[in-house]
């Protein structure tokens, strides 16, 4: 072949190309597909966003005290099984490609003689106490960044309750369950309304002990200061009738 029909080729490969580009474009802006407002199945240990906000969704912490009590030790068992493909719940506390986790509640952070923890977990520091649980397994990456632990997570706080209740009886000495937080206190409309009832009353009337009287019609209001002078007006009025004396 000549080099005008390898530039023919080429020209048609070229071509061809554009066309498809182009195609492409016209039909991302004809056929946009809208993002769904509830996702159709939810993946563990992606941490979802607020819509209006930059940063992670902060999840409160349970009340201990009230939902250890409760929670379900055997479903917990259940959620375990992910964590044995890489820790060892026995009693044995052997090393696999984790720390053994018999007795993690309440043990200190990076604590395991023997074991090569991350730097980033050596350096968080603290124990493991519910709540610092609640949070690393929920999506351990996202936690404490730079973590050695891969696994994704787990999304649902109540598999997390369950599972965390099964690894603080999966021990010698269980810790503890915390007491019950207090109830907050509810707002007192009752005192709130005496309150106002009590102002009301309190407040002193900026015309008390000044009588008043109601006015007929085209005739001036009685105050204070004209009921005053009506004795002199009268006794003025009278000397002025009384008939003058002869010299």
């Not at 007795?103 to 090569?116: D, E, I, N, Q, Y």
């Not at 351990?140 to 999304?155: D, L, N, Q, R």
């Not at 706080?157 to 099964?166: G, P, Q, S, V």
């Amino acid at each position: 072949m000549d080099s005008f029909e390898w530039n023919k080729i080429i020209g048609a490969v070229l071509g061809t190309a554009i066309f498809i580009f182009v195609i492409r474009l016209v039909a991302e802006n004809v056929y946009e597909t809208e993002k769904p407002a509830k996702p159709g199945y939810t993946v563990e240990g992606v941490v979802e966003e607020n819509a209006g906000s930059s940063g992670p969704v902060v999840e409160a912490t349970p009340d201990w005290g009230t939902v250890l009590a409760k929670a379900d030790t055997g479903a917990g068992k259940t959620v375990s099984a992910k964590c044995e493909q890489c820790h060892d719940l026995s009693a044995a506390k052997t090393s696999k490609i984790g720390p053994p986790l018999y007795g993690v509640v309440g043990r200190a952070r990076a604590s395991v003689a023997g074991f090569s923890y991350s730097s980033a977990m050596k350096a968080k520091g603290g124990d493991w106490t519910f709540d610092e649980l609640f949070k690393f397994i929920h999506s351990p990456g996202a936690y404490i960044p730079g973590t050695k632990m891969s696994f994704a997570g787990v999304s649902r706080a109540e598999d997390r309750i369950n599972l965390i209740a099964f690894l603080r009886t999966n021990t010698d000495s269980p810790v503890a369950i915390p007491p019950p937080a207090p109830a907050a206190a509810a707002p007192a409309a009752d005192d709130k309304a005496a309150g106002d009832k009590a102002a009301a009353g309190a407040a002193p009337a900026a015309g008390a002990g000044v009588a008043t009287e109601k006015p007929a019609a085209g005739d001036k209001p009685v105050t204070a200061a004209t009921a005053a002078d009506k004795p002199a007006d009268k006794a003025n009025a009278d000397k002025a009738a009384a008939p003058a004396k002869a010299p």
